[in-house]
């Protein structure tokens, strides 16, 4: 049979604990006889009272507070009325504490000592000042957490005051409700897979899975099996066993189909075909497997004039186009600029360690600059504001020297190139730098080869092969 434990404490402790809490230096101890004589004192006494121990070492407790020393007393308090007694005690003007009388009894029922604890009040005012410091601190830190987890998960706060993205966040948060499919539209890197992420987030399938796809960065001949999935043997250099696509793995759940104007006229049918027959078929399978998911269309294109000129179907435009959302350019709502500047700076701040601000100067000329990549270009020229000032507090010098290299945004046919930025290369490096530079923020703001090939009025073949030997590749466009 166990054996009970009781709660005692081991007789080699008791002389240990003993001295610990008769000398806490938080705690002030005063022990008293059963008249209210004082025979102990530690030193946090002393401390707290502002008296010195001859003071009251032989006196009883009646006799110090008829001095005047104190304004009560607790233990003569515990001695009349039999019982523990807890009061507020004063010393002097500057001086309360409180102090606990607990009274001690023998075998006969009679008070043989008075242990009072004192505690001096404004170390409680400290304590619990510190406390809210503390808890404080860490609703800060937990709201910094936050922010950084979005930012790495890729789903960042979406920020605004404006009239415009308060419309278009209303219309989100009536969408999310249903299963209905949204159309969300607007220039690059305005913030479209945020709002997507905001649908997601607040319908009956946010903990299904969300399963999104940039159907501008998946080769031509690699998104059909990836989109669809593909049997056994369907092709060369496949999976033995088959692979399910990524429509199939949205069963249950929300499927984004980013840069939906860039799906080839070929899977334009057959994606119609799922969304009307809710089945798909694997490259080179022969049976439908049935699927239930939420469509998110995402697209910075005109659909219209691709339908006009024959590059997308109109019945799938249709069927994508239940609800939608559109997401003006930073153009349309320029209130918003300063809050995502702020945003931003506390960001990257948390990042990398800093603790910059804008100047006020600083502040105006990147709030009234034009930004056509958004957001997103919004973003990076923060950034490289923060990393390129010398200061903590970043001068209109600085934002100068950011916009070094983009596009001079009074003059389109125009290009600022800070020399200082490449000292003592050759032309040929020069140019090639150059180069680069402008496919790149092409590749930012419209995001496909054809499209940069369009603007430039150069043909594809041309664009591609530079994009190949700059390794510059399309990224995720919101």
């Not at 001949?221 to 669809?228: A, D, G, I, P, Y």
């Not at 696509?245 to 949205?250: D, P, V």
């Not at 469509?295 to 219209?304: E, P, Q, R, V, W």
């Not at 010098?397 to 125009?414: Q, V």
Request: charged residues 25%; glycine residues 6%.
């Amino acid at each position: 049979m166990q054996e009970k434990f009781k709660n005692k404490l081991p007789d080699e402790l008791q002389g240990i604990v003993m001295e610990e809490l008769l000398q806490n230096p938080f705690m002030g101890i005063n022990i008293t006889d059963g008249e209210g004589r004082v025979l102990f004192l530690n030193e946090a006494h002393h401390r707290i009272t502002g008296h010195n121990p001859e003071q009251y070492l032989g006196h009883t407790m009646q006799e110090i507070k008829d001095k005047g020393m104190i304004s009560e007393s607790a233990t003569m308090i515990a001695l009349e009325l039999k019982k523990a007694v807890l009061i507020n005690q004063i010393a002097s003007k500057d001086n309360t504490f409180q102090v606990k009388a607990i009274p001690i009894y023998n075998d006969n029922g009679e008070i043989i000592f008075v242990i009072n604890y004192l505690i001096d009040v404004s170390d409680l005012v400290n304590l619990r000042e510190t406390l809210q410091q503390i808890q404080s601190s860490h609703e800060q830190l937990k709201d910094e957490f936050e922010i950084l987890r979005k930012e790495l998960n890729n789903k960042g706060l979406l920020v605004f005051c404006s009239e415009a993205m308060k419309n278009v966040v209303e219309c989100a948060y009536k969408v999310a409700e249903s299963d209905v499919t949204v159309l969300i539209t607007g220039p690059s890197g305005s913030g479209k897979e945020h709002i997507a992420n905001m649908i997601q987030a607040r319908s009956k399938r946010k903990d299904a899975p969300f399963i999104r796809i940039n159907c501008a960065a998946i080769p031509e001949s690699l998104l059909e099996s990836e989109l669809f999935g593909y049997e056994a043997g369907a092709f060369t250099g496949g999976l033995a066993k088959g692979r399910k696509g990524l429509i199939e793995s949205a069963d249950g759940g929300t499927l984004l189909l980013d840069e939906i104007g860039e799906l080839p006229m070929t899977l334009q049918s057959k994606l119609l075909r799922v969304l009307q027959d809710h089945k798909v078929r694997r490259v080179g399978g022969n049976k439908d497997i049935k699927v239930d998911f939420r469509l998110i269309a995402s697209t910075n294109a005109n659909i219209k004039e691709m339908i006009a000129e024959k590059q997308f179907r109109e019945d799938l435009y249709y069927r994508l186009n239940v609800i939608e959302i559109r997401i003006p350019g930073l153009e349309h709502r320029r209130d918003d600029i300063p809050l995502l500047i702020n945003y931003f700076l506390k960001i990257f701040n948390l990042q990398h360690g800093m603790n910059k601000y804008m100047s006020d100067e600083a502040m105006t000329y990147l709030s009234k600059s034009d930004y056509p990549g958004n957001v997103r270009e919004l973003r990076n020229i923060v950034e490289r504001t923060m990393i390129l000032s010398r200061d903590d507090e970043i001068q209109l010098s600085d934002a100068y020297e950011a916009f070094g290299m983009y596009i001079d945004k009074t003059n389109k046919n125009n290009f600022n190139f800070n020399s200082n930025l490449l000292p003592n290369v050759s032309l040929k490096d020069m140019i090639e730098e150059y180069e680069k530079h402008i496919l790149s923020e092409y590749m930012n703001i419209y995001g496909s080869g054809t499209k940069i090939a369009k603007k430039l009025k150069t043909d594809q073949s041309t664009i591609s092969r530079k994009l190949t030997k700059y390794n510059i590749k399309p990224k995720n466009h919101n």
